[in-house]
């Protein structure tokens, strides 16, 4: 599959959600909001647009992306992120539902937005998948994540809570080595 067919999936998955905001929300605060701002900032309001779909959908044109490079590479197997507070999801959806590790990393890259490099540790499971994502995943995210599917499968991702136990035992581990 080339990246026309790519970006052109994401285009229209991002217009069918703008048709959908549209129809079903009053944007009244939010037009007024635009308008200000573009009026604040000198702009014009399509670049305004343009600025706002840059923020919300940062790897719907991911070869036209120029945000910094990482100098220090993130590891992908266990362990943390250096500098990154990580957080444990449960995903609904497993190796009995036959998806891959692609597949995940996929979606959550193209809903979320998230780097690839920034995703931890992924154990499918029979049943579901628990992930590991940075902290301070935005409620719209999250939301979005929720409602995503992989095939005619939903992930309805829940934030999953520390193992209190399993935390004290690792630091114990940690301590003994």
């Known amino acids: 599959m080339n990246a026309f067919s790519v970006e052109s999936r994401k285009e229209d998955k991002f217009k069918r959600r703008l048709q959908r905001i549209v129809v079903e929300e009053d944007l009244a605060m939010q037009r007024d909001l635009i308008q200000r701002a573009a009026a604040e900032l000198d702009i014009d309001l399509l670049t305004c647009a343009a600025a706002l779909v840059y923020l919300s959908q940062p790897n719907l044109y991911p070869a036209h ?48 937005g998230v780097d690839k490099k920034r995703i931890g540790r992924i154990d499918i499971r029979d049943t579901h998948t628990l992930v590991e994502l940075p902290d301070g995943m935005p409620a719209d995210i999250f939301q979005l994540l929720t409602e995503a599917a992989i095939g005619p499968h939903r992930l309805n991702i829940k934030r999953v809570k520390p193992n209190k136990f399993r935390q004290t035992a690792r630091i114990v581990q940690e301590e003994e080595s």
């Open 65 to 112: 992306k120029q945000q910094p490079k990482l100098l220090v590479s993130l590891p992908q197997s266990r362990g943390s992120h250096p500098g990154f507070k990580m957080v444990r999801y449960r995903l609904a959806v497993g190796s009995q539902h036959q998806v891959s590790r692609d597949d995940i990393q996929s979606v959550l890259v193209e809903e979320s």
